[in-house]
């Protein structure tokens, strides 16, 4: 879908008032009253559209995007540059898949040429749905508090956005195929000189392994799995490749970080990575983003790598 968004108008405020969702959503419906017309013209609102869909939701930044009881617990204050965020979609059009390609575009929208403020949203904590999304575009809570018997999550997210994080596809293996062309950049990857179908779709295959695919506004930029053994009770980032051309650009770090924002799902204590100690641009990258070197490792581990852990936030 293509997305873009104008300054919303009388007659969208008017619809989106009148939007009811299903419970539990029906917190979020508006009863179209005078009031929310009001708010919704105000200056922090604007109506997004697609090419075959005149209204699809909309959002809001600054105080707008605030839980106004929020403030009495100090939990909007910052010292460093943060904006504010809130979205809405129609009705009819959640829990269809779209979030994220609806997230994406207004979290770019927002950001624009001020690429060094943190974003901020707060959600309902009855609304995972919301939360697992946000999660997945690196939001982490950082406060809490409860207002009319609900509780808010004030979730946060600081750092260069360069995209989300989706599951990978079979239909991705053309991605890689192109990006590991070279000998030497599979072999860092993948331990192996060449890739093929069957490597990708023995990935693919693994109930342990679970791919992953950073996408940009330009497409899928970068690549990389999360491995579980239960067995073991541990987790590690692996086969994490960079699209050639977009390589300098900070990508790699974002999908370290965007893939240790996903393991926190997992309920582990620890993430765990791997490199050939030849792949100094590799192991700079990981040291960057936040992993350690480790000093011992069990026994029973390849001794043939560099090995880093990282603690995850459970």
Sequence with gaps: MNFYSDRMNSADAIQISGWTYPAPYNFYDMGRTEASVTELLSDGYRSVRCDNDPLVGFFCVGQSAQVPAGHQFGVYGSDAPVIDIGIGMRPDLTGKGLGAQFLDFVVREIRGNN?????????????????????RFGFRPRHQFEANGLRFLVEYREGRYLGYLRQATLDDERYLAEWLRDPVDCYWATGLPNFSHDTYFSWWNAADQHGWVLESSMGPVAYGEIWVDPAAGDIELAHLVVNNARRGQGIGRGLVEALYDQANEYGYPVVYMRVDPDNLRALHCYQSAGFQLMEEIPKDWPDHYVWLRRLLLG
């Design 115 to 135: 690429l060094t403020a943190g974003l901020r949203l707060t959600v309902a904590s009855f609304n995972q749905r919301a939360d697992k999304l946000y999660r």
